[in-house]
């Protein structure tokens, strides 16, 4: 089993940075993609930005150029540094975790609430 647990959410005013943290554990063979998404209140979850083992980054329209998702294969972490937050990104955060080879599994996190109010 593997756990995922996010860290870095809060309260910030519009134009402000927020960074957040995700780190996985337990039984881990191999950890390919990792992502971000997100869900407001009365919306779907969205994919916000997700990396591959090679570092090959993909983002959401809406964050490009403001976002910046990295990872750290030895802690088996990725990080989603948040620039010029917007009132529309407030949502809960999660992390998504693919492990495993030849067979692929998904793990998430519980979630990180992130805020974005004057």
């Known amino acids: 089993q593997v756990q995922v647990e996010e860290s870095g959410g809060g309260l910030v005013q519009p134009g402000g940075s927020l960074r957040l943290s995700c780190a996985a554990s337990?039984?881990?063979?191999?950890?390919?993609?990792m992502g971000w998404y997100r869900q407001a209140p009365g919306k779907q979850r969205e994919l916000v930005a997700t990396?591959?083992?090679?570092?090959?980054?993909n983002y959401a329209d809406s964050v490009q150029g403001r976002f910046t998702i990295s990872r750290d294969n030895a802690k088996k972490a990725v990080y989603l540094q948040m620039n010029s937050l917007k009132l529309e990104d407030t949502a809960v955060y999660y992390c998504?975790?693919?492990?495993?080879?030849?067979?692929?599994?998904?793990?998430w996190g519980q979630g990180t609430q992130v805020t974005v109010s004057s």
């Open positions: 998504n975790v693919l492990e495993g080879w030849p067979n692929e599994y998904g793990y």
């Open positions: 337990g039984s881990i063979f191999r950890i390919n993609t």
């Open positions: 990396i591959t083992r090679d570092d090959s980054a």
